[in-house]
């Protein structure tokens, strides 16, 4: 279960039938609950809590401190949830003392080879980060997202549920919930229909969410008319209020 070149820290707190393959090394202040499986050259460091059935490959890096200058030897965490698979090459940094302290990543998300989650992001479940995505400090990821090959997301930028980007993509302002995106900078493709339907969205939902998008990248509107028209909408249609309420607490701008 736990190859004996591995190296681990005696005040770690490990689940019994958690495996560390050979030559990882996992530390002083981490917690790994049970059926997590560690392959063989991971580093896991600082205060790092991972969860129930989490599968990590070869030659991660997670919990190290944070890429940032004003970083202080703070014990600021990362917690990554459960059923999460993570391959190889990614890097989890934990948070900073000038955000929440802690780097949160939820439940069933598919992380592929060479992502970078930076401090104080904040990623919900079952979201799917193509090899290479890189997020930048204090990013916010709904739940559901697809986030392509080598996208790019600038730090503070939020990310609506449902939403979707293209290989390549730049996201320098938020992207709303359920809207398609890709190119450098990002520009907005209709929304994620394919998707919305795999997850159970009824044809009406969709129409709603499309209607939507067509007041709010279509219709001329400015952009507080369109957040107005859009909260109407959202009294008919409540799928469309995630839409509305991203929208009314969006500080960085939108890409529109």
Same mark, same amino acid.
């Given at each position: 279960?736990?190859?004996?070149?591995?190296?681990?820290?005696?005040?770690?707190?490990?689940?019994?039938? #958690?495996? =560390?393959?050979?030559?990882?090394? %996992? $530390?002083? +202040?981490?917690?790994? @609950?049970? /059926?997590?499986?560690? !392959?063989? &050259?991971?580093?896991?460091?600082?205060?790092?809590?991972?969860?129930?059935?989490?599968?990590?490959?070869?030659?991660?890096?997670?919990?190290?401190?944070?890429?940032?200058?004003?970083?202080?030897?703070?014990?600021?965490?990362?917690?990554?949830?459960?059923?999460?698979?993570?391959?190889?090459?990614?890097?989890?940094?934990?948070?900073?003392?000038?955000?929440?302290?802690?780097?949160?990543?939820?439940?069933?998300?598919?992380?592929?080879?060479? #992502?970078? =989650?930076?401090?104080?992001?904040? %990623? $919900?479940? +079952?979201?799917?980060? @193509?090899? /290479?995505?890189?997020? !930048?400090? &204090?990013?916010?990821?709904?739940?559901?997202?697809?986030?392509?090959?080598?996208?790019?997301?600038?730090?503070?930028?939020?990310?609506?549920?449902?939403?979707?980007?293209?290989?390549?993509?730049?996201?320098?302002?938020?992207?709303?919930?359920?809207?398609?995106?890709?190119?450098?900078?990002?520009?907005?493709?209709?929304?994620?229909?394919?998707?919305?339907?795999?997850?159970?969205?009824?044809?009406?939902?969709?129409?709603?969410?499309?209607?939507?998008?067509?007041?709010?990248?279509?219709?001329?509107?400015?952009?507080?008319?369109?957040?107005?028209?859009?909260?109407?909408?959202?009294?008919?249609?409540?799928?469309?209020?995630?839409?509305?309420?991203?929208?009314?607490?969006?500080?960085?701008?939108?890409?529109?």
């Amino acid at each position: 279960m736990r190859h004996p070149a591995a190296i681990i820290h005696p005040s770690a707190k490990l689940a019994d039938d #958690v495996e =560390v393959g050979p030559y990882s090394i %996992i $530390g002083e +202040h981490v917690e790994i @609950a049970a /059926g997590t499986w560690i !392959g063989p &050259h991971v580093v896991i460091e600082g205060h790092t809590r991972i969860g129930k059935a989490n599968r990590i490959f070869q030659f991660c890096s997670i919990g190290a401190i944070p890429q940032d200058k004003k970083y202080a030897g703070e014990p600021t965490r990362l917690e990554i949830g459960d059923n999460n698979t993570i391959r190889e090459f990614c890097t989890f940094n934990t948070g900073t003392a000038q955000d929440v302290g802690v780097t949160r990543i939820g439940n069933d998300n598919w992380i592929m080879a060479y #992502v970078h =989650v930076a401090h104080d992001c904040q %990623i $919900g479940s +079952h979201t799917i980060m @193509a090899n /290479g995505a890189t997020l !930048g400090g &204090h990013v916010h990821v709904g739940d559901w997202v697809f986030l392509g090959g080598l996208s790019g997301v600038h730090q503070f930028v939020r990310i609506g549920a449902h939403a979707m980007t293209g290989f390549q993509t730049r996201l320098s302002q938020d992207l709303p919930p359920y809207v398609t995106a890709a190119d450098n900078p990002a520009v907005a493709h209709g929304i994620n229909s394919e998707g919305l339907k795999r997850r159970g969205f009824s044809g009406e939902s969709i129409m709603a969410i499309k209607r939507a998008y067509k007041t709010l990248y279509k219709s001329g509107l400015s952009l507080d008319d369109a957040k107005a028209a859009i909260q109407s909408l959202a009294a008919e249609h409540p799928e469309v209020q995630p839409l509305a309420d991203f929208l009314a607490a969006a500080t960085r701008g939108i890409i529109r």
